[in-house]
């Protein structure tokens, strides 16, 4: 009467693995007894190496007309910055590579994408995001013809839109929709409300201030 094992497996396989697991158990005993490690085998008596601390760099970051006194690495962007360390969660992370634009803001005015440059890069310059942009009730006139002109659907790309609209506005070069779609064309919406987004834009030219 054969078990189930002895239907699925040649009559020795048994042996042979057991043969081949003591083999490999004995010689990689010896090379561990000489203080050799068994090829394929971390080597287990390795030192820990000290995890470095980071190094903090003190930077300065002026955030919607207030200064604010960070401790940060060199390699923080501007974007981390602002959502991580001064909760200010508007400005949204898509991609972290430079590629959606959800992340733009205005330094100095210019709009850029925060995720590629870094904190300390932007030391002592006026940046503004989205949250800096109304005043007290009142919305900045980008914001409200987004309003008006319903010019989003799931909103996470909003703030991107609204910040490269109001530095896109100062620029003062999109003179039709075309060159609002080109000029605009780094910040992308994943629900398609560009038809919206350029008809708010083109009444905030019009209508509004174009500064923040
Ligand atoms: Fe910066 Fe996408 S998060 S461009
Ligand atoms: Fe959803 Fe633009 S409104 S991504």
Redesign the pocket.
Known sequence: MHDERDLRKPPDADALSRRDFLGQVTAGAALVGVGLTPPGHANEQAPQTATPTAELTAVALTVNGTKHDLKLETRVTLLDALREHLGLTGTKKGCDHGQCGACTVLVEGRRINSCLTLAVMNAGKSITTVEGLAKGEELHPVQAAFVKHDA???????PG?ICSAVGLIAEGHAKTEDDVRELMSGN??????YPNIVAAVREAQQTGRAVP
Do not use: N
């Open positions: 989003f659907q799931c909103g996470y790309c909003t839109q992308i919406c994943r629900c398609g409300a």
